[in-house]
């Protein structure tokens, strides 16, 4: 079983305190040990001298040593005393009383001592009385005093240290390990925080509840460290955000994205990618990891393993069913890289329409541009009658209309295309509009003939810009003047209305066009060359501005040929 931090360092300190303690115990018991043994030494040491001052006193020999009995009987009655002289022999010994048996003493541990360093102590078993004796022997040059000591309890009682300290250690030694119990459990416990807090750091999990760290610096590491992580789950949120803001643009791109890493395997891939990508190639696929094998994209993976320093990015375009596709290449910093499939097509036909628009415009403004320097030429170079020359100025003035019509008709419908929160709303009387255009064309219609009916409620208003819908109402008669012919009645019905569109019908009893004429009616500067036959000049722009002032009122415009003759025209209007 692993153990916790707070038993482990409590182990270690434990072990470190008791190693001490023991030590310190050891040392001190030995050294008092010592100290009484000294004691002891010297108590039996003034025993000895006490000896040899008496022997001295006394003038004792070799054959008179006997009388020292009378002051070994006034010592203690345990004290065992023996004299021996330098060559070993023993000529006094108290406990013995046939001293001619004993052996010699010369090589007995205390006495060989003596002999050496003038005194020797020993504690051993007397061979003579068969007891264990604490022996003192003292070198006097010319003998040796021996004090012994029986070595049973009370002598060893006397030797051994007192264990009052051995309990002061004891003592201390448990409130030594209660603080570290403690100090271990307020260690342990910032640990233990500090390791849930960087196991959370690790794992990338959110911090849920309060930790309070003590006021130390193990506490103040876990507050930074709790500051880091907030620091960092509110980075992660905040990356999270911006990746959700990433995926949902990535999801409603109308572009096809996808993110493949340095091994070409799939990252991410929006919906776009996927039906782009099954459009573009001859077998539909699911496993996008098959782009390399796909012939469109050998550029990609042609650019990926081949580009060179610095350079990161590549497009092309490819034209596949119908359709042309803009494949644009983004390698990053890691080699990972993204490809976009964008389908282009309507740009591409805008470009066109804009370049064959751009070729119309100045196909159209030739003419009148060149008839009317004509004009000019001739009345600035020629003297002509007044007659002729006034027959030139008119015609001069015609020109000059029929241009300026045409640069109003291109500013309008480029304006309606780019830029159509130009065009303010309001509300619009429509029968009121219809009679204001009415007005305005009294002159022609009067002069081809045309008989103009309106069936619209004098009351009917819509949401709309006045400009826009008058140029609708106009172009209509204009064409219908310009291209049906005369002696024709032109028709305006408001024939339907719901709550949010109104329906028209506009027709004319002219000559109507062929059938396959009909689809390009709408195109800009389309001229039809059969049928409806050009009597006056026009921008061929008219047509194409009542299509795009109904789209720009959310409606719709469709043409036929009516069944009596002439054209007639269904379009929608939102309230």
């Not at 196991?199 to 880091?228: A, R």
């Not at 490819?318 to 596709?325: D, L, Q, R, S, V």
């Not at 009645?489 to 209305?497: G, L």
Request: aromatic fraction near 12%; charge should be negative.
């Amino acid at each position: 079983m692993k153990l916790t931090y707070k038993q482990r360092i409590f182990t270690y300190f434990f072990i470190i305190f008791a190693l001490f303690a023991v030590c310190i115990i050891i040392f001190e018991q030995k050294e008092e040990k010592n100290q009484r043994t000294l004691a002891l030494q010297d108590r039996l040491d003034s025993y000895a001298e006490m000896i040899h001052s008496y022997a001295g006193q006394n003038h004792l020999t070799d054959s008179s040593m006997s009388q020292i009995m009378v002051l070994a009987n006034a010592m203690p009655m345990d004290i065992r005393i023996t004299m021996i002289d330098e060559q070993g022999k023993v000529l006094f010994d108290k406990d013995v009383d046939d001293i001619s048996k004993l052996d010699n003493h010369l090589e007995r541990p205390e006495i060989r001592n003596a002999s050496f360093q003038g005194k020797g102590t020993n504690i051993r078993m007397s061979a003579s009385t068969q007891q264990e004796y604490l022996y003192y022997a003292k070198n006097y040059k010319d003998y040796f005093v021996r004090v012994a000591l029986p070595y049973n309890i009370q002598t060893k009682g006397m030797m051994k240290a007192d264990n009052f300290f051995v309990y002061i250690v004891i003592a201390m030694f448990i409130v030594v390990l209660l603080l570290l119990n403690y100090v271990a459990g307020r260690f342990g416990s910032s640990i233990s925080q500090l390791k849930n807090l960087t196991t959370k750091i690790k794992d990338d999990k959110p911090l849920t509840e309060k930790i309070d760290f003590p006021d130390d610096e193990l506490g103040e590491i876990g507050s930074q460290l709790v500051d880091i992580l907030k620091q960092k789950e509110k980075s992660k949120h905040e990356i999270e955000v911006e990746r959700e803001k990433l995926i949902q643009h990535f999801h409603y791109s109308q572009e096809g994205i996808c993110i493949f890493d340095k091994d070409i395997r799939k990252i991410y891939a929006n919906t776009n990618f996927f039906q782009y990508f099954n459009f573009i190639v001859d077998q539909p696929v699911f496993n996008l990891e098959a782009i390399i094998k796909e012939e469109v994209f050998d550029p990609v993976i042609e650019f990926i393993n081949h580009r060179k320093s610095g350079e990161h990015y590549h497009n092309y375009q490819i034209k596949k069913n119908g359709k042309t596709f803009s494949i644009q290449t983004i390698v990053f910093e890691d080699s990972s890289f993204e490809i976009t499939i964008k389908d282009i097509t309507k740009t591409e036909k805008t470009r066109l329409l804009k370049q064959e628009m751009t070729n119309n415009i100045a196909h159209e403004l030739r003419t009148p541009v060149t008839s009317l320097r004509g004009y000019l030429e001739t009345l600035n170079t020629q003297e002509l009658p007044d007659d002729k020359r006034a027959q030139f100025i008119d015609r001069a003035y015609q020109q000059t209309i029929r241009l300026s019509t045409l640069i109003e008709d291109v500013s309008l419908i480029s304006k309606i295309e780019e830029a159509p929160s130009q065009f303010t709303k309001e509300s619009v009387n429509l029968w009121q509009l219809i009679n204001d255009v009415r007005i305005d064309l009294t002159d022609k219609l009067q002069e081809n003939d045309i008989k103009l009916n309106v069936k619209v409620d004098e009351e009917l208003t819509i949401d709309g810009n006045y400009t826009l819908l008058y140029s609708i109402f106009r172009n209509m008669l204009d064409n219908s003047i310009s291209y049906g012919g005369q002696h024709i009645n032109v028709n305006i019905t408001n024939y339907m209305e719901d709550e949010d569109y109104v329906y028209f019908s506009y027709c004319d009893t002219g000559k109507g066009v062929d059938e396959q004429y009909l689809p390009r009616l709408f195109e800009r500067f389309y001229r039809v060359n059969e049928g409806r036959t050009r009597t006056t000049g026009g921008s061929g722009l008219g047509l194409s501005i009542v299509k795009n002032a109904v789209l720009f009122h959310k409606g719709e415009i469709q043409v036929k040929n009516r069944a009596g003759g002439g054209l007639e025209f269904f379009f929608t209007l939102r309230k």
